[in-house]
Structure formats: structure tokens, C-alpha cells
């Protein structure tokens, strides 16, 4: 044992000098490093003053009782001591609004971790699995648990904790090996989730021992609860600043890392493990009781929620509710003893309810995030064949959008408003799950029930037009039930919602994905007898809607809505049916053209058609339509396709943005068919030298072609989209941009041609560093 440090003059001074020496020691490994190594006698004689309240002293006891041959049967004692110490500042933590840790706000848990606590516990912990002997130790559950809550009680206030542990894959491992066991599950999820939310780099699933048999082994509710773990797992890293989220930056780290990425093959290795999405859609789908009316239930639930903010936690509380039998051995739980006031009485059904919430939002949100991975294909059949969306349509008006209070509930820190109310963000959730499940998918039609596909195969037989293959082949055991799909509710609660509504962005994207893909004539019919393009051009212009979010939606809607469909244009122009409103509507478009710019694809692209078709009721529309009367005005046309390309530069392309350079291909496309090409390229010359910038759009213009096919012309790259948005072959897409970027500064449609020697600058390398 080391030496005891020489005392100095003051007491405090000392102290300060033993906690200096101790995190000298726990940083760089040499001499103190930890409170056993100090005498026991300089330890009484320092913790009144440095107010230690007998930590180290406790620790420096739990460290003998805790040697390789001991039965740890003094280690519990030990322990009931410091946990209260602890819990009080992690419940201080909690219900502060999670100030920062610091020293000075959390002192205990501070010396608990200097003083060694936190190694201490680790090592007592994994005893077990570094004893080589036949007849291994056997800690008790108990033990495990008040283990387990004091090193997240010194996580939660304690800075760097979390993160040491995190750097210790053999524990992190370790840990998954515990919730085997019933009675350690709550306390081994709560910590496995902190840790995993600051280790630097992914687990792989593979790596947990036996995971297959692990999951197998959780019933309903720990299988909920091990989604908020996965979570983690499956998602890909946000890397934290928006400049990585360019295009250049994530071709760039595509090409660092040419395999597949941990968040990948992790998705791969829960998809294989037997029953698992049969058992979430069970999970996402099973109804709750309803004995409790839900008017209420918020109200009922305000006492208890200031400072819940998980499952986990109302897992606890319901464990004790439930289990009065157990209460000696879980109040060594830290969660537990947080409930041990009056919870120990029936809890309500709303609290029941309200668990089932929660555990909806985290199966939800494993459920999209694999929709959206490699195996999108294998987890669309598998969720169809068990019934998600039928029992999703089954829930959504008594759980998912049910009625609820002024009243809101909500978490402890936040508003009512707030996106973090776990009302609010399951049905976001929900929302982003029907945005997946229906883009760019055949499957899309499970969202209709069987009078809605039959209206479907009617519109197309009115039309007179082949009815969509995906349509004929929709396994009719496999979609929604009742007066009506999860489609038309949805679009029922969003002509309801207020115009405030942070819902009405999720709304749209959601239908919109449905539209998407290969523009279909009957789907627009269907939505359009529901009204929702009044209600979209209603919230564009009567209600001047100012939320950017709000307003790409709805326009990036009205462009799948409206693409190619000469009713749409006709009802579009009955609603807006004065100058006043279109120039309002004008004004929506013009004011930001990142939002807008795929409406203005489909004007520019639908208007094409019309003019090739010789319909008398085409013509008719196009003769009076506003809208495509502007949008036939060649200035109008150039005026857009300056800005597009002036608003972008490949330095700044995003996956948001990116859209602006394919809407301004796309008119250039379609000026090449009418060989007009060099005459745009000459107007946008012109147009550079008005705006005093020769040179400047010609050059940038150059620079994202070559950017875009470095982009699309990776073979990785799905370009069906492009083909299937504007119904223009990728094959005309390609040759437009080679032709555009042709070296030859005689051809009249190549770029080159119209910058003057002086401003030429078209072979910046733009490669991400």
C-alpha cells in the first residue's frame, strides 16, 4: 500500500492535496489511485472537514469485504450506506432540469467516483466471469441491482463517468449478459442505454454473447424496453455539424468506407434473429384496456410525471405496484425507492396507458429505422404478412390520435407544445413509420381497405386507363379493415389539425410518400375527392402559413398531387380563382425556391405534356389556368432557372437542396427536346452579364454537373427516383449533362461556349478533404 501523503498545514489543504493526488493517479496510473491505498486513520481524520460524509471510509470497507475469496455478504450493508448518499443527488438531477455535473452541485457522487467507488463496483460485478475456479461466486440479485443503481445514479451526476465506462467493452458486453435475469433487467437497461448514448463507436450485436437466445428469453415488456438499447444500435451516428452533412462529405465518407457500416450490419443481425419483427408488430399493434376514460387520464398522471421520462422508470413503478410481496428486496433499487411514497397503492389505468405509449414509440421507431435500411424489402414483407398497418388502423382513433385534455402532459423541463411529450411523439413516430412503410412501395396499398382499392380499380376503369399492377396484386387479407384505411384517417385529422400544428409537417410528408414513385392517375383522383388539395392551397394562401418545414411539405404534396393531372390543374385554378390569391400563393413560392422548387418541377414537367396532347378538355384548362399560363412565359421560365442554379453550389448540396439542380436539368431536358437548348444557355449568358456577374452561373452551373455525375453515376446510386419523378429515361438524363459539359467550345449547347476566356474557371477541384 502506498505511503499516506505527509499532512501539510490546514486540514483542507490536505484533503485537497489527497483528491489532487488521487485524480493525478486515475489519470496517468502512478501512485494514488485509489481510496484504499490511503490509511484508514487519515481518512476519519479528513472527512469532517473536507465533508466526505464517510464515503471513502465506506468505500475502503467495501474494498476489503470484496477480495477474490470473499462470499461479498458484508458488501450489501456496505452499499445499503452509500446508496442513499447518491439517490439523493441523482433525484436532486433529475428533477433540477439536469444542471450540469459538477463537483460543487453533486459533491457525493463526485468523491464516491474519485475515491475509486465506480472501478470498485465494476470490478465486484464481473468478478464472477475472471474467476477461472470450477466453482465460480454467485453474487445474489440484490446486490447486482444496488450495484447497478449507484454506478447510474454517479453516471447521471458525475461528469466522465458514463464515457470510462463506455471505453470498457468488456463491460458493456458484460452487462447485456445480466438482463437474463427478471429482477436486474430495469437496472442493466437503464445503464446499458446511458452508456451506449456516449460510447464513440457502435457495438456490434454480433459481439453480445448469445443474443439470439437473450432476446428469445425477454417477454413483452423487456423486448420494449431493449428497443430503447437497439435504438442506439441501428441508427447511423449523426456526426454533429451540418457542413458533414453535404453531399461532398458523405460521398467522401462512403468512399472511406466502401462496406457496409456498423449500424447496417447491425440492422442485418436483428433481422435474423427468429420471431423478432413478428414480435415488435405484436408489440406495436396490441391493444390497450380501456376501463379508465381517456378524457381523464392525462390529469391523473400530471402528479407523477414531473419527473418520469421513460418507460423504464414507469416499468418500476408498476413492478411495485404490482409485486407489494417483493418490497424488501426492491427497495435496494434506486428506481424502486423513488416510488416507495405513496405509489405503493394500485396505480391507475392511465399509468397503464400511458406505458403502453412508450412502449409503442420505441418499437415504432426500430420498426422505421429498419424500413429505411438495406433489408428494406425483407422487413416490407415481413410486416405486411404480420398485419402492422391493419392493427396501426385498429388503434388510431383510441390510442395513436385519440381526444386528449387541455391539459396537456408533459415532461418535467418542457412544454406542452414540445415535441418531447410522449403523446406528441408517438404520433410523430407513427407519421414517420407510414412516410417509410409507403415510399417508393408496392405495399403503400395495405394502407387502403378493401371499398378503397375497389374505388381505386374504378377510377382507373372510368379513366379508361390499365389498372396499376401493385393495385391487382395487394394480398386483400393484408390491408386495413373497418369503414376506413389508415390513409383516409389520416387525412381526416389533417384537414382538422390547427394551422399552428407542428403535426401538419409529418401529415404531409406522410401522404406525400405515398404519391411518390411512378405517378399514378387514380391514387391523385382518390385523394383529390377527399379534398386535399383545397386544403393544401388553403393553408398555403388563406392561412399564409410561415413555416418553412410546413411549406416545403405541402408544396413538395401539391407536386405529386397535381404532376401530369389536368383535373388537379382545373380544380387548382377554381380554388384560386382571384389575383389577390395567386399572387399570394406567387409570393409563397418565390419566397424560398429550396421549398418550392418541386412544385416548379411539376408546373414545368406537367405543362410539357399538356402542350403535346391534343384533348379539348386540355386544351381548355390550358388557356385558362393561371398557373400554367405563368409557367408558359419563357421569361418566367429563365427567371427560375437562374435562381436555381444561383440559390446551390457544390460545397453547400445537401440531400435537401440537391433537388433544385435536378428541377433546373429538368427544364433545360425538356429544352433540348424542343431543340432550344442553346438558346437557354445563351439567355442564362445574358442574364449573368445583367446581374453584373459574367462568368459566375456558367461556371457554378459547370461545377454541379460534374458534381452531379460523380454523384449519380455511382454505381450505388438508385436513380430510378430521377426517372420515375419526371418520367424522363436516366438515359436522357445523362446525355443532357455530357452535353452540357462537352469540352468543345464550339458546340452551342455546351457550357464552355458561353464563358468568355477571362471568367472561365471550370476545373476547380471541389473533392472533400
Known sequence: MAAAPRLGGGG?????????????????????????????????ERDKQAKWNGIPLLLQKLYENSHPNSDFSQCQNILKEISPLLSVEAMAFVTDDRKPAQESTYPNTYTFDLFGGVDLLVEILMRPTLITQKKKQKISDDLIKDCLSILYNTCICTEGVTKRLAERNDFVLFLFTLMTNKKTFLQTATLIEDILGVKKEMIQLDDIPNLASLVSSFDQQQLANFCRILAVTISELDTGTDDK????????????????????????????????????????????????????????????????????????????????????????????????TSTRTQLPQSMKIMHEIMYKLEVLYVLCVLLMGRQRNQVHKMIA??????????LFDKLIWRKHSASALVLHGHNQNCDCSPDITLKIQFLRLLQSFSDHHENKYLLLNSQE?????????????????????????????GKRGLLTRLLQVMKKEPAESSFRFWQARAVESFLRGTTSYADQIFLLKRGLLEHILYCIVDSECKSRDVLQSYFDLLGELMKFNIDAFKRFNKYINTDEKFQIFLNQINSS???????????????????????????????????????????????????????????????????????????????????????????????????????????????????????????????????????????????????????????????VSYIDEAYMDIDRDFTEE
Open 453 to 481: 382499392l375497389n374505388e381505386l380499380s374504378a377510377i382507373s376503369l372510368k379513366a379508361n386507363i390499365p389498372e396499376a399492377d401493385a393495385v391487382v396484386n395487394t394480398d386483400r387479407s393484408l390491408v386495413c379493415d
Open 245 to 340: 452533412h453535404t453531399l461532398l462529405a458523405k460521398n467522401a465518407q462512403q468512399k472511406k468506407h466502401l462496406g457496409p457500416s456498423r449500424a447496417e450490419i447491425n440492422q442485418a443481425t436483428l433481422l435474423n434473429i427468429p420471431g423478432f419483427i413478428e414480435r415488435l408488430c405484436k408489440l406495436a399493434t396490441r391493444k390497450v384496456s380501456e376501463t379508465t376514460g381517456t378524457s381523464s387520464f392525462l390529469q391523473e398522471l400530471e402528479e407523477w410525471y414531473t419527473w418520469l421520462d421513460n418507460a423504464l422508470v414507469l416499468d418500476a413503478l408498476m413492478r411495485v405496484a404490482s409485486e407489494e410481496a417483493e418490497q424488501s428486496s426492491t427497495e435496494s433499487s434506486d428506481e424502486s425507492s423513488l416510488a416507495n
Open 593 to 751: 425556391l429550396v421549398d418550392s422548387n418541386m412544385l416548379v418541377r411539376c408546373i414545368t414537367l406537367s405543362l410539357d405534356r399538356f402542350e403535346n396532347q391534343s384533348d379539348a378538355k386540355v386544351a381548355e384548362v390550358l388557356s385558362e389556368c393561371h398557373l400554367l399560363s405563368y409557367m408558359s412565359q419563357m421569361s418566367m421560365r429563365m427567371s427560375f432557372l437562374f435562381r436555381l442554379i444561383n440559390i446551390i453550389h457544390v460545397q453547400t448540396l445537401t440531400q435537401e437542396n440537391v433537388s433544385c439542380l435536378n428541377t433546373s436539368l429538368v427544364i433545360l431536358m425538356l429544352a433540348r427536346r424542343k431543340d432550344k437548348l442553346p438558346f437557354y444557355l445563351h439567355t442564362l449568358q445574358q442574364m449573368e452579364y445583367t446581374e453584373k456577374y459574367p462568368g459566375f452561373i456558367m461556371n457554378n452551373f459547370h461545377s454541379l454537373l460534374r458534381f452531379w455525375q460523380q454523384h449519380y453515376l455511382n454505381k450505388d446510386k438508385d436513380s430510378t427516383c430521377l426517372e420515375n419523378s419526371s418520367c424522363i429515361s436516366f438515359t436522357y438524363w445523362k446525355e443532357t449533362v455530357s452535353i452540357l459539359l462537352s469540352p468543345d467550345r464550339t458546340s452551342p449547347c455546351a457550357i
Open 385 to 394: 404478412e404480420f398485419k402492422l398497418i391493419p392493427g396501426l388502423n385498429n
Open 12 to 44: 483542507r489543504r490536505v484533503a485537497t492535496n489527497i483528491l489532487a493526488q488521487l485524480r493525478h493517479g486515475q489519470l496517468s496510473g502512478n501512485g494514488l489511485t485509489r481510496g484504499a491505498q490511503i490509511t484508514e486513520a487519515l481518512l476519519k
